[in-house]
């Protein structure tokens, strides 16, 4: 059962399981379960993705229910008028916040420009050693593209080398190791945590936040992070 954050005539949200696929694809043939198809039996009805997330990526997923939603939710999106925030667990300590500009070329080779900010929120120091270094470092940061590339934000982290833990094949495989065999996690810590944007019929604003799941949660644990007073409003109730 996908858990629904929001839902009304025209749209739904729900908060994706990190490792979902959001509709069928042939890049992807391992998987036999998608957000599309078990989000269309549970509401007994036809669903439409306004948006896609990486399957390696949790959090909040829109879909229209009807074709004029739909076209609406796409225009936003199109024109940048969805507010989206993801928050990352990533390798080494990042700046107080930051931008990046780097361009970043799609699936058919065509080189588009892309926006990142981002806002450091927690840092921490892990007493675990790991190649030449003799403990660990790593950030919690929250994430606002300004754009919406192919990848993007696990490419713009990868391009300022604080790769996002889990992430394959723009991370970092030593630290993905480490997580591995030392906390079995296998889980790519990105996390869609909101989405705000203008409802397709009424012009209300809407602002769904998605709380963390499960593995991630275990890892805002084990880095001490859980009473952060930045981080409690995705904590799950």
Known sequence: MLTILYQ????VIINKPHGLLV?????????????????RDQLGQAVYPAHRI???????????????????????????????QYLAVVRGYTQEEG?????????????????????????AELN????????????????????????????HFKHIFHPIIGDRPH????QNRLFKERWQMNTML????????????????????????????RMVHLMGWANHQEIQTFLPS
Do not use: W
Not at 58 to 76: D, K, P, V
Not at 205 to 214: F, G, R, S, V, W
């Open 8 to 11: 009304d005539s025209d749209v």
């Open 23 to 39: 509709h069928r694809s042939r890049i992807a043939r391992d998987a036999n379960e998608f957000a599309l198809q078990l989000l």
């Open 54 to 84: 990486d399957r390696k990526t949790g959090g909040a997923l829109l879909f229209a229910l009807n074709h004029n939603a739909l076209s609406n939710l796409q225009t936003q999106f199109k024109e940048n008028n969805i507010d989206k």
């Open 99 to 123: 931008e990046i500009d780097y361009a970043l070329e799609n699936d058919r080779g065509k080189v588009q420009a892309a926006f990142t900010k981002y806002q450091t929120l927690a840092q």
């Open 128 to 155: 675990v050693p790991l190649g030449k270094h003799p403990t660990t470092r790593y950030s919690l940061v929250l994430v606002k593209p300004k754009t919406g590339r192919y990848h993007q934000i696990r490419k």
């Open 171 to 174: 991370g970092c495989n030593k």
């Open 190 to 217: 990105l996390h869609a945590a909101s989405l705000s944007f203008t409802h397709p019929s009424n012009n209300k604003p809407i602002l769904a936040k998605a709380p963390l799941q499960t593995e991630f949660m």
